[in-house]
């Protein structure tokens, strides 16, 4: 079946595991926190409260008997892992962020990551003049799983959260995309679209934009799924 959305406006990225693999670092990083106060960190734990959560629910989960000086220490420990490590790009996604740049299509990211990461990695993508909206984990007081920052998102950009795509890597971000009323991709595996993914796809590789004319493109995610995504002009700060 054909999948056809009109009247899209802005592309919203989520960071980990969209525009950069960092599984690996956030693991290692949370599982040296632990470690520090002899605790392991279980599969479960990394699948419920780690991946596509901000930061205050893995302390809250995982952490919340010890004394706050502790927790600011293992909170310390993970953001400096993930600031200093090194990253790979997920396949296709430099492509699609210069193809959408160039193209004049509104871009931004919407993550629970901190600052510093968001610059390196956008740096990384060799596309600091493309992004117009950056929503970070300090900006809303409810991250994902709620609709909050994709709401504000399409606030700064002055757009219905509706004409907007999303690409998610994890089913609380999935979650947060679609309950704020956004088309949301899955990258990853199916189990995304019981979170309300319209599709899901492994990696930007078969993602295509095609140009349509001088008011907007075609965004192909796959056979049979496409996007028609207009310019936005007016983009508020």
Same mark, same amino acid.
């Given at each position: 079946?054909?999948?056809?959305?009109?009247?899209?406006?802005?592309?919203?990225?989520?960071?980990?595991?969209?525009?950069?693999?960092?599984?690996?670092?956030? /693991?290692?990083?949370?599982?040296?926190?632990?470690?520090?106060?002899?605790?392991?960190?279980?599969?479960?734990?990394?699948?419920?409260?780690?991946?596509?959560?901000? &930061?205050?629910?893995?302390?809250?989960?995982?952490?919340?008997?010890?004394?706050?000086?502790?927790?600011?220490?293992?909170?310390?420990?993970?953001?400096?892992?993930?600031?200093?490590?090194?990253?790979?790009?997920?396949?296709?996604?430099?492509?699609?962020?210069?193809?959408?740049?160039?193209?004049?299509?509104?871009?931004?990211?919407?993550?629970?990551?901190?600052?510093?990461?968001?610059?390196?990695?956008?740096?990384?993508?060799?596309?600091?003049?493309?992004?117009?909206?950056?929503?970070?984990?300090?900006?809303?007081?409810? &991250?994902?799983?709620?609709?909050?920052?994709?709401?504000?998102?399409?606030?700064?950009?002055?757009?219905?959260?509706?004409?907007?795509?999303?690409? /998610?890597?994890?089913?609380? &971000?999935?979650?947060?995309?679609?309950?704020?009323?956004?088309?949301?991709?899955?990258? &990853?595996?199916?189990?995304?679209?019981?979170?309300?993914?319209?599709?899901?796809?492994?990696?930007?590789?078969?993602? /295509?934009?095609?140009?349509?004319?001088?008011?907007?493109?075609?965004?192909?995610?796959?056979?049979?799924?496409?996007?028609?995504?207009?310019?936005?002009?007016?983009?508020?700060?």
């Amino acid at each position: 079946m054909s999948h056809y959305a009109a009247n899209v406006s802005a592309v919203l990225f989520d960071m980990d595991g969209v525009l950069v693999d960092s599984r690996a670092v956030i /693991e290692r990083a949370w599982r040296e926190a632990a470690q520090l106060y002899g605790r392991v960190i279980t599969e479960d734990d990394i699948h419920r409260h780690i991946h596509g959560q901000p &930061g205050p629910h893995t302390i809250r989960a995982l952490f919340h008997d010890l004394p706050r000086i502790d927790q600011e220490k293992v909170q310390a420990h993970v953001i400096h892992v993930e600031n200093t490590a090194d990253y790979e790009t997920i396949p296709g996604v430099a492509r699609l962020v210069s193809r959408l740049g160039e193209a004049g299509i509104t871009i931004g990211v919407v993550t629970s990551g901190w600052r510093y990461k968001i610059d390196r990695v956008i740096d990384m993508l060799r596309a600091k003049s493309y992004f117009s909206v950056i929503v970070e984990r300090d900006d809303v007081a409810r &991250g994902k799983p709620h609709p909050d920052p994709y709401l504000l998102a399409a606030h700064r950009l002055g757009i219905p959260p509706s004409r907007t795509v999303v690409f /998610e890597d994890a089913g609380s &971000g999935v979650t947060s995309a679609v309950t704020a009323g956004a088309y949301c991709v899955g990258i &990853g595996g199916e189990e995304l679209l019981r979170n309300g993914a319209q599709l899901a796809i492994p990696d930007f590789q078969g993602v /295509e934009l095609h140009t349509n004319g001088e008011d907007g493109s075609i965004l192909s995610c796959r056979p049979g799924h496409r996007l028609f995504v207009e310019r936005l002009t007016a983009v508020q700060a």
